[in-house]
């Protein structure tokens, strides 16, 4: 062609064909070539589209207006792809060079092929087949044949043209055409006839017919009549049937002649008959076989010359049954025996079979369930079971749901799913000999395999190509295909030991195994994917895959390792570029890890994670995941551990790159290194920098002459080597140097200035002679040529190492020779290894080579073996676009590395712990609580039995006493008429009767004190005892200097108890201390033993606050029955006040109670309390708060003067003699006193130890006359009368006071009488206490040890106190 313009070359066809080829070689001359062509058709200049292959990505590609043509002397092949009608129509093709090399286009050579057999009539045009051993198409003539040539037909043509009356001659049916066609193989074709038009010729009256004759096997013939009066050409069908393959021994022929019946016009004068050529084109059927038929299995038989080697079934599937799939298997049921499987489109309702069927004992038999409901596109046999694929969801009869595919296990006859199936129809289904015996492939249009019911697993994108593992019954991985594939075979059914499989359709790139980013070599050097299907690593949102380093953890020597990647990547559970193996599952290990992980360490159970940091305010903004360049994260909490986060160069974190971390052996020291300036924004230590791994803390490194990033780490002892770029002012750049912990300061490496360029990484070599040694793996400055070195220990020297300059190496790693593959290296490289293959790879060691290799000869790998300087590929990798991809690392498990950590207790024990020491603090507090309460109960019944003896006290004390005051004492200044019985009763009784009138006395008199041991020569208050009313001298203990109840040197007063049977409540400032015995007060005022009765810090409670109330109701009935009894007491009363001039009460307003008159002698005093509103007794506050709200006469102190002990009296299971006569008289006054007044039995006192339910109380009662339950123990409920729903329950006596503190809690008074109804629980009783008639009845739970089944003595009593 002419120096840069444009050019073609046309190619005219002689005949019509229908080209498939098209085979092209470029010219080389003078740096000259085709770079693009257009194929056109001739006659009409219609580009025609063209095919061909893609040299670099290796997939198909097709193209219109420019194809592209390499520049080299090697075949590129072109293939039609238009549409039948469009290729049969042609001419010929033009082939358009549009672009060229250099100064212009050109060829070097040119073959075009067509795709069916032909034979011609004029020889000429027979071309050879393709096949070097093939026979040539050939043609002979016998008679007068001319060959014709009209201008409006494409090529040239035999015409025999005779008279008409000659054509029945002997010369005229001996002119004949005989061809012979190449047939390349048997089976079934249909032949063309070839007529010209007779509008070419202008001999339409002169045409006739043809007699045809095919020998189409060596039996028979077929005759065939074929007319020629086609007005325009046309290729007329002549025969359909079976064809033998040409061979020497037999080839079929085709004979044509003039018919001699044949029809001509009748004005014709002669007769015509013409012929071209005879096609043959090649189909898969010629008749209805009902779907199935039996091929003879030696295709090369003799036979196949006499006819076709198969036949139909004996038994015939039914009319219009499809067919699609068929497979044989050894059934293993109870009569094993080799049977004939199909699948397809049928149904039989007489045999009851439906889709698929077993051809058993040559005839047609259903499966199980009646077989498929839907169609069946595929089936095979693989360990007893029949694998079935289509287009069905259950069995015929719907009892087993599937989803187009499913397993028919034939020993037991059962069908089966496969999982949850498939989402999409199922074309082929066969064993796949490359994975294994038990492994079958599927393939078809669906895109995901469905999860099983009840599995755990998601569903699982595989786009058309599956595979089943038969043993372990799951879906397994499978080949990389990327594109569609739409077939499948396998010769398994040769049952020979190296069977091969086929996946065919539209693919663009294609691998042996799918494993996404991660592969392990096992012990039989076989590769696997790491991960279970499903379950594997997937591309992150930008759609990048990649896993840069690995780690298979361990906290210590001893520990299973787990292993760890990272990367660029997502998880199946959402998490990003960093993953740990587990369960066969890739699994979330870290949240929030963005970026690129890139280095991966551990130090004991600290885990550091580098890489490129990705901290931005749009990442921000968005909630994607922030990575600073570097985590920690223990594996212990599974939780991050807080560090300062690094800058980089610029000052933010969006810089920051991490490129290694390593660790310092049997230290804390971890070293980190990339492109970073700061830590913490405050600490310089650019590029460099090292993390106590105890206290979290940054520390800069000495100052370095650093100038770039740190891309690796390596530690020889305590030598560090870190590779970067170091530059002192203007001298040359070095490449890796050394720092040295011992003296903190930096050192160059011998022989490290010979390096080429940066490292990309150190590798830790095998000790030779006590030295480590390492390799040195880096690009050159100049080109970027990869470069191999190793440091010895003394010096660095480069390595013989020739690559491809485009190539990439990731990692190096020495591995012994006995790792490697003997296929990979071969046994004649086995005597090299044994021996040092050169200066830098010690004898008997390889180096594994991983990235992305271009080496010697133009192979490209991704993982290769390099000795003596030689290359042996092993892995190579694409990516899902088909392009090549990369290994970033290979790793060994390892033992990790020993650090020296400080072991702190975690947050959760360390609360854990203060929470018990807290707790042990509370428990102690609550037990010396209990302690405390518990002695205060013990107290606070003393103090409750001994006020309730004074109420006996002042019901009994007459009767108790043997001294009978004289007459002028007690009545002399009375004023009032008295009686000489009631001298007999003693001063007990009379003060008894004093307080069974209206209920006090009120006399205004200045206290004066009986004798000078009385005195209080402090001036402040004193009390004074019952015994006053008969002159009797007693002692006043723990009297309270600054109490604001009773001053001294005002009006006083003293009430008696209120009512006759009211018990006593005694002040912690007023308890009265007697003694009779001695006649006098035991302990003076201010002696050293009032400190007995200092401890009772409180008012003891021993009255309920129903007993306050009673105490008016009894004070209004004694007003309203103001009788005798009235003026018996008056008189008594007189007399006392007459003899000891008592002072009136300071509660009260002065006047006579009894009469309701003010007294003359009286002055209105404002109302104070001598129960203290502020003290920490309950019972006190309650006598506070009751008299702030009306008047009531408080209890007072009153001792029993015939009590030996000197205390106040405590009560006894029994009255003495003197005490129930007492009671007798008191109750007879009291008795006569109701019966004027009408009353009935007044209510009696809770803590009167004597009182009676009735208003006669005989003094000659014996208690043993009393109702069961009661006591003469002093008590709110003592001497009740026991109702009748009560009588049931067994008694109980309070031995101390118990306060309910929770709803269902039983509260009762020390003495008190508890009606016990569940003892079932050894701790907490349940029981009743009854307060009275009119109030309700009280039930609860209380603890069993505050009761007891006696009544306490009075001894008890005494000894609480």
């Keep these: 062609m002419r120096d840069k313009l444009t050019g073609f070359y046309r190619i005219d066809f002689p005949f019509k064909t229908t080209p498939s080829l098209l085979r092209l070689m470029n010219t080389m001359y003078q740096d000259r070539g085709t770079k693009a062509i257009r194929i056109e058709a001739a006659s009409t200049n219609q580009a025609l589209t063209m095919s061909y292959l893609d040299p670099v990505t290796k997939s198909e590609q097709f193209c219109t207006q420019s194809c592209p043509v390499a520049q080299n002397y090697q075949w590129q092949e072109y293939r039609f792809v238009d549409n039948s009608a469009t290729l049969g129509n042609i001419s010929g093709i033009v082939i358009n060079i549009v672009d060229w090399y250099g100064m212009g286009g050109g060829f070097n050579k040119i073959e075009l092929y067509q795709r069916d057999p032909r034979v011609y009539a004029d020889d000429r045009f027979s071309s050879s087949p393709c096949s070097q051993q093939a026979s040539r198409p050939s043609s002979s003539i016998t008679g007068d044949w001319k060959t014709t040539s009209p201008a409006s037909y494409h090529g040239t043509y035999k015409t025999l ?100 019946n044949g029809e001509v016009d009748a004005q014709a004068t002669t007769v015509e008959l013409v012929v071209d050529y005879f096609r043959l084109e090649r189909v898969t059927s010629y008749t209805n076989l009902n779907g199935v038929i039996e091929i003879a299995s030696n295709l090369a038989s003799p036979l196949q010359m006499d006819g076709p080697l198969y036949q139909p079934l004996n038994t015939s599937l039914p009319d219009n049954s499809i067919v699609y799939s068929a497979t044989t298997g050894v059934s293993n049921d109870t009569r094993p025996e080799t049977t004939l499987y199909l699948g397809g489109r049928f149904s039989s309702q007489d045999s009851g079979y439906h889709n698929i069927a077993q051809y058993r004992n040559s005839k047609l038999k259903p499966l199980s369930n009646t077989g498929i409901w839907g169609t069946v596109y595929s089936v095979t046999f693989s360990n007893s079971s029949i694998y079935v694929g289509g287009s069905f969801n259950a069995t015929a009869d719907q009892a087993i749901a599937l989803s187009n595919v499913a397993q028919f296990n034939t020993t037991d006859q059962a069908w089966y799913p496969l999982s949850g199936g498939v989402d999409g129809a199922v074309s082929n289904v066969t064993p796949y000999s490359p994975f294994g015996p038990n492994v079958v492939a599927m393939s078809g249009s669906f895109q995901t395999l469905i999860a099983g019911p009840g599995s755990e697993s998601e569903a699982i994108n595989m786009h058309g190509l599956a595979m089943w593992d038969t043993a372990f019954n799951q879906w397994t991985y499978t080949p990389f295909v990327k594109g569609s594939p ?137 909630g994607d995941s922030n990575f600073g360049g570097l985590v920690v994260y223990n594996m212990d909490s599974r939780s991050s551990v807080g560090i300062q986060q690094l800058q980089g160069p610029t000052g933010d974190h969006s810089t920051v790159r991490v490129n290694k971390v390593a660790i310092r052996a049997d230290t804390s020291m971890v070293v980190v290194g990339g492109n970073f300036s700061t830590a913490g924004g405050m600490l310089s230590c650019p590029y460099i920098c090292t993390l106590d791994i105890n206290e979290n803390q940054w520390s800069p490194m000495t100052s370095s002459s650093l100038v770039d990033q740190v891309t690796d780490l390596l530690f020889s002892g305590s030598t560090l080597y870190v590779a970067g770029t170091f530059q002192n002012g203007t001298s040359p750049r070095v490449y890796l140097m050394r720092y040295n912990f011992a003296t903190s300061s930096w050192d160059s490496v011998p022989g490290a200035s010979a390096l080429l360029g940066p490292i990309t990484s150190l590798t830790p070599g095998i000790s030779e002679a006590g030295v480590t040694a390492f390799y040195i793996s880096g690009s050159s400055v100049s080109g970027g040529a990869p470069y191999l070195a190793k440091y010895d220990g003394t010096s660095v020297a480069l390595a013989d190492y020739t690559i491809g300059s485009s190539s990439t190496v990731r990692s190096i790693l020495e591995v012994p020779r006995s790792r490697i593959p003997g296929s990979v290296i071969g046994s004649s490289s086995s005597s090299s290894l044994n021996r040092r293959s050169s200066a830098t790879i010690p004898s008997g060691y390889v180096l594994v080579v991983s990235g992305d290799l271009d080496l010697p000869g133009g192979q490209r790998a991704s993982n290769a073996f390099f000795y003596d300087n030689q290359w042996a590929p092993f892995l190579s990798t694409i990516q899902a676009d088909g392009s090549p991809g990369y290994i970033g690392s290979v790793f060994f498990e390892r033992p990790p590395t020993n650090v020296y950590q400080r072991h702190r207790l975690s947050v959760a024990l360390v609360i854990l712990i203060a929470i018990a020491i807290a707790l042990g603090i509370t428990f102690l507090i609550v037990l010396v609580g209990l302690v405390y309460i518990y002695l205060r109960n013990r107290r606070e019944a003393a103090a409750t039995a001994s006020a309730a003896s004074a109420a006996l006290a002042a019901t009994a004390g007459g009767a108790g006493t043997t001294k009978a005051p004289p007459s002028a004492a007690m009545f002399g200044n009375s004023g009032a008429g008295g009686t000489s019985d009631y001298t007999r009763l003693g001063a007990g009784a009379a003060a008894a009767a004093v307080g069974g009138g209206a209920g006090a006395l009120a006399m205004r008199s200045q206290r004066t004190v009986q004798g000078d041991n009385y005195a209080n020569g402090a001036g402040e208050r004193d009390t004074w005892g019952d015994n006053a009313f008969v002159g009797e001298q007693v002692s006043f203990d723990n009297i309270a200097p600054k109490t604001d109840r009773l001053v001294s040197g005002q009006p006083a007063g003293l009430a008696g108890l209120a009512g006759v049977s009211r018990q006593a409540a005694v002040s912690s400032e007023t308890y009265v201390h007697y003694d009779d015995r001695k006649g006098e007060g035991k302990y003076p005022a201010g002696s050293a033993s009032n400190d007995l009765n200092d401890s009772l810090d409180s008012i003891f409670e021993s009255a309920a606050a129903e007993a306050e109330a009673e105490a008016e109701v009894e004070a209004r009935e004694r007003t309203a029955s103001a009788g005798s009894m009235d003026a018996v007491l008056a008189g008594a009363a007189a007399a006392a006040a007459g003899q000891h001039k008592m002072p009136s009460p300071q509660h009260y307003s002065g006047g006579n109670a009894m009469t309701n008159e003010p007294s003359p002698d009286s002055t209105d005093y404002s109302r104070t309390s001598m129960y203290r509103p502020d003290s920490t007794n309950p019972f006190e506050q309650r006598l506070a708060m009751r008299e702030s709200q009306g008047t009531f006469p408080p209890a007072g102190p009153y001792a029993d003067g015939t009590d030996g002990l000197g205390h106040i009296p405590m009560p006894r299971t029994h009255h003495m003699e003197s005490e129930q006569v007492a009671a007798a008289a008191l109750a007879g006054a009291t008795g006569a006193a109701r019966k004027a007044s009408g009353k009935g039995s007044r209510r009696r006192s809770e803590t009167a130890s004597t009182r009676n339910t009735e208003a006669g109380l005989s003094a000659s009662q014996s208690p043993s006359s009393r109702p069961s339950g009661e006591s003469s123990m002093n008590g709110s409920s003592t001497h009740l009368p026991i109702r009748d729903s009560l009588r049931q329950y067994p008694v109980f006596y309070a031995k101390f006071t118990f306060s309910s503190r929770e709803t269902g809690e039983l509260g009762f008074r020390a003495g008190e009488r508890v009606f016990v109804i569940d003892q079932s629980d050894e701790i907490w009783w349940m029981g009743i206490v009854d307060h009275g008639s009119d109030q309700p009845l009280e039930q609860g739970v209380f603890p069993a040890t505050y009761v007891s089944g006696a009544p306490p003595k009075s001894t008890d009593w005494a000894e609480l106190v």
């Design 161 to 260: 043209t005779v008279a008409k009356a000659d054509v029945n001659s002997a010369q005229t049916q001996s002119a004949r055409v005989r061809m012979v066609p190449h047939v390349p193989e048997s089976g079934f074709y249909k032949i063309y006839m070839m007529v010209p038009g007779c509008q070419n010729s202008n001999t339409c009256l002169q045409r006739s017919s043809a007699r045809v004759e095919l020998s189409m096997i060596r039996k028979y013939a077929v005759l065939v009549t074929v007319p020629q009066h086609n007005f325009a050409d046309e290729e007329i069908e002549v025969y359909t049937g079976y064809m033998p393959a040409s061979t020497q021994e037999f080839s079929m022929s085709i004979s044509v002649g003039l018919d001699a």
């Design 486 to 622: 739409s077939l499948l075979f396998s010769d398994s059914w040769q049952k020979r030991a190296n069977n091969v499989a086929l996946v065919a359709g539209s693919l663009s790139a294609v691998a042996a195994l799918k494993a996404e980013g991660a592969l392990l070599l096992d012990a039989q050097q076989n590769i696997q994917p790491l991960g279970m299907l499903g379950s594997s690593l997937r591309p992150d949102d930008s759609g990048k895959l990649a896993v840069n380093t690995g780690l298979w953890y361990a906290k210590k020597n001893g520990t299973t390792a787990q292993l760890i990647v990272g990367g660029r990547f997502k998880t199946p559970d959402g998490s990003t570029n960093l993953a740990k193996l587990k369960d066969g599952k890739w699994r979330k290990l870290l949240d929030g890890v963005g970026g690129e992980v890139l280095t991966i360490n551990n130090a004991a159970n600290l885990l550091f994670i580098g890489g490129v940091a990705n901290v931005t305010e749009s990442s921000s903004d968005h």
